[in-house]
Nanobody, 115 residues
Framework: QVQLVESGGGLVLAGGSLRLSCAVS????????MGWYRQAPGKQRELVAN???????NYADSVTGRFTISRNSAWNLVYLQMNSLKPEDTAVYYC?????????WGQGTQVTVSS
């Protein structure tokens, strides 16, 4: 079983950048997909981006061209570089791992973008 801990959230002005990090502990070799999700107040949690082991990356249309997901070779660190942030990007961001067929979640990190 893996544990996920996010960091890097905060308050930023519109147009600014943040980088979120997700530290993975446990046994990452069973992870098939890692991703970032977000949940804004009153809205459902939505996929922002994910990266598939031995595969490609996927992005929500709303962040394509602005956000980049990356990970290290050991699959124990995953990043989300967020550029050109907009107020509508304000949400709690969660790291997710599909670990041996089960979803694992971090505790979330708040990102607030002010106009």
């Amino acid at each position: 079983q893996v544990q996920l801990v996010e960091s890097g959230g905060g308050l930023v002005l519109a147009g600014g950048s943040l980088r979120l990090s997700c530290a993975v502990s446990g046994t990452p070799f069973r992870i098939a997909v890692m991703g970032w999700y977000r949940q804004a107040p009153g809205k459902q949690r939505e996929l922002v981006a994910n990266v598939i082991r031995y595969g490609n990356t996927n992005y929500a249309d709303s962040v394509t061209g602005r956000f980049t997901i990356s990970r290290n070779s050991a699959w124990n660190l995953v990043y989300l570089q967020m550029n050109s942030l907009k107020p509508e990007d304000t949400a709690v961001y969660y790291c997710n791992a599909q670990d041996a067929g089960r979803d694992r979640w971090g505790q979330g990190t708040q990102v607030t973008v002010s106009s």
